[in-house]
């Protein structure tokens, strides 16, 4: 079984762990582990692998104890924990980078929350397009001149280092190029990466407010929907992302000269009578 430093995933290294110490035929029942661990109930673990429920700052010791974690392990256990069930994207960004550095200080490899990077990091997405534009240098000073809010000379060599690393630039004849990775985050992972990329991208939008008409494209609709109504827009909006996805990455007939973001949103405004 890998070690605890290379999951992002907290439920998942449990089931791990339980499926593991019951592989090398000691078969733990989950009453077992639950006095193991002096949890009051067998079912709630249960619950917690199959997440309905999540681990509290008091619960969290009993499921370390329960699994066998020294003390640099538990602490680790303790912040993937928090970093898996936060919602706020500071406070992820928080406990991840506390995950990087408990990882860093192991023999063992790294975990994948690059990948994460690569999702939450607007400038990771950004580098790697700019590589596809006329003239791209990979001098840092060139790539500040191309963008709007400045990166460190440190920022920029780290993230075509990275990108090159995860499989999304690669080296031809000594130039960068882009290639089609198979991205490994898992699906919780990359929610969370996602959602801190699309905040960061309102984010520009609204500075974008203030650009030239002929510089941006910015409209909206404002519209009493269905249910059935809303999905059927949520639908059209993936099939549109799709096929302009499809059509801009063939041949381009011209020079590409600047990187820009599209971006498809559909949110509701009011909320829906609650049930008496």
Known sequence: MKPIYEYNDYRKF???TI???????RHYSFAQLARKGQIKS???????????RNLTHKTIPNFARMLGLKTKESFYFENLVYFNQTKEIETQEKYKERL?????????????????????????VVLRELVDVAGFQEDPKWVNQRL????????????????????????KNGTLTQTIPKVSSSDTLRSKALRSFHYQM??????????????RETSGLTIALTEKEFFEVK?????FRKQLNQQ???????????????ALTCFGITKEEEQK
């Open 235 to 239: 639908e059209a909006l993936i099939e």
């Open 148 to 171: 709007k809010t400045k990166l460190t000379p440190t920022e920029i060599k780290t993230t075509f280092e990275t990108l090159i690393r995860l499989g999304f630039l690669k080296r």
């Open 248 to 262: 801009l990455n063939q041949d381009s007939i011209g020079e590409k000269k600047r990187v820009y973001h599209i």
């Open 42 to 52: 067998k079912a709630h673990i249960k619950l917690v692998c199959d997440g309905q």
């Open 19 to 25: 499926l593991s110490k019951n592989e090398k035929g």
């Open 100 to 124: 990087k550095n408990l990882a860093k200080t192991t023999p063992v490899k790294q975990i994948a929350f690059e990948n994460f990077d690569f999702f939450s990091k607007w400038y990771y």
């Open 202 to 215: 309102l984010e520009f939008a609204k500075q974008a407010l203030n650009e030239d008409l002929l510089e």
């Open 14 to 16: 449990i089931k791990d």
